[in-house]
């Protein structure tokens, strides 16, 4: 059954975020060795907007000889850089934080039209949480003794990086910040539909004239991932992306002297008890699912909700969403922007769909959604069975599923019922309770009272099929170095 609501006539007008001073390139080659080159095959690919499925610029896309080309710059630039006095080598890092924040209103630009997040958040979080990483590990780069138990560390080395589409310049921040504090030179592969904010990182790195090769960044498709993978020129992987490819990664890189973190999927549980406040617990469940569309790990997907206050809260969440602002990314009012691509469009409405067949109770917000593009209207469903897909697998969009539950031993029981560990929200007014359920549950990170916190100094990271490896605070040091 579906049901809709109707959008509530709060009208606004427009606020749209200026953009006559942003100039994209026509065309993005590949950073490497410190120089724009083109790729070996001659290969292009546009990226588009997905809020009106216009080009924004044309993309090489890095082949195996490319990557070899890249590997073989990071490998030669290794020794200096790795000598490199630690202050010095932190005084780079620092630049490249302060540099991206004198970008920042052109990157929050540039990452809302390539991957249709709301300016609000890219202006608000991404940005300056990728900056805040620059700055905390430029801090880092001369006490890495003190960050690692007064051990003697090397770097790893040549370091591979594959990150994702759903917060392409943040993700390259939390790869790229603490190998270079460490000493690692890098190859860093963005997302297919979203290379543009890690190719202004990439001029970002020839402003602050960090040395050829330390950074090399190599915009492609999976195969260019997977040809980065198998090079044996490499030290390190750190990838974060899905499960499927997680796996591919760890089976390719089996028997080799290789360090390895997978940040990888979720399907984590935002969890209600009674005596939570329940106004403050519904804007952390909107937070926690409607933040960057639902295209985010740890968002809260399965709201677990104590039987005795789920219909009002339930209630007061419907009401809310219908308040919600879906559509323009640039538009400072929109809480909701646009699905990534048409792919994950796809994604959605399959999952959504099977909701719908396997007997979920569904309610979408009745919003007006843009003629081109690619939209979703947030979604809420009930009388979910733990066993429903929707309850299982992660939708990566912006859609809730609910489930209840009486007591505190199976609140704890139900959200570590699923094959993922990211994260997790508990909303309670007793600490002792927080705790108690946080000891309780198998994720990463578990917020209370708040959701989709994150910090440079608090590390983050998964277990079971949300993988393993921290990135984040002292902890995001380790991958990065050999101890002795
Ligand atoms: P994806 O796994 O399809 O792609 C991620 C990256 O891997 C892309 O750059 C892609 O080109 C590359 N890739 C694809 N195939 C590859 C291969 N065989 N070898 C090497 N690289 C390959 O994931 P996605 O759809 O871009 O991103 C969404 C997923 O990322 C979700 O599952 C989400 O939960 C996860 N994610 C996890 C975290 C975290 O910190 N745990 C953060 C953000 C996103």
Known sequence: MTATRTAL???????????????????????????????ESGAYEPTINPATEEPLAEIAQAGAADVEAAVAAAREALPRWRRLPALERGKY?????????????????????????PIRESRD????????????YAGWADKLRYGLAGRAVEPMGVVGQIVPWNFPLLMAAWKLAPALA???????????????TALLLAEICQEAELPAG??????????????????????????????????????????????????????????????????????????GIFFNQGHVC?????????????????????????????????????????????????????????????????????????????????????DVAPVNRIAVEEIFGPVVSVMTFRTQAEAVEKANATAYGLAAGVWTDKGSRALAVARGLKAGTIWQNTYNQ???????????????????????????????
Request: glycine share 10%; hydrophobic share 40%; aromatic share 8%.
């Open 9 to 39: 006539a709060w009208e606004y007008s427009p606020a749209p975020e200026a953009t006559d001073h942003i100039r994209l390139g026509e065309r993005y080659e590949l950073f490497v060795d410190g120089a724009w080159r083109p790729p």
């Open 93 to 117: 890092v620092f630049r490249i934080a302060r540099l991206i924040q004198e970008r920042a209103r052109e990157l929050a630009i540039v990452e809302s039209l390539d991957g249709g997040k």
């Open 125 to 136: 979080v991404d940005v300056p949480l990728a900056a805040a990483h620059f700055f905390y």
């Open 182 to 196: 460490c000493g690692n030179t890098a190859v860093l592969k963005p997302a297919e539909t979203t290379p543009l």
């Open 214 to 287: 330390v950074v090399n960044i190599l915009p492609g498709d999976g195969s260019t991932g997977a040809a980065l993978v198998r090079h044996p020129g490499i030290d390190k992987i750190a990838f974060t992306g899905s499960t499927e490819v997680g796996k591919d990664i760890q089976a390719a890189t089996a028997g080799r002297d290789i360090g390895l973190t997978l940040e990888l999927g979720g399907k984590s549980a935002n969890i209600v008890f009674d005596d939570a406040a329940l106004d403050q617990a519904v804007e952390g469940i909107v937070n």
């Open 298 to 382: 740890c968002a809260g997907s399965r709201l677990l909700l104590q039987e005795s206050v789920a219909d009002e809260v339930i209630e007061k969440l419907w009401r809310r969403m219908g308040l919600l602002r879906v559509g323009d990314p640039l538009d400072k009012n929109t809480d909701v922007g646009a699905i990534n691509s048409a792919e994950q469009l796809q994604r959605i409405e399959a999952l959504v769909d099977a909701g719908e067949r396997e007997g979920a109770t569904r309610r979408t917000v009745a919003c007006r959604l843009p003629d081109r593009g690619y939209w979703f209207a947030p979604t809420l469903f009930t």
């Open 454 to 484: 994150f910090d440079p100094t608090s590390p983050f990271g998964g277990y079971k099929e949300s993988g393993f490896g921290r990135e984040g605070g002292a902890a995001g040091l380790r991958p990065y170095v050999r101890v002795s």
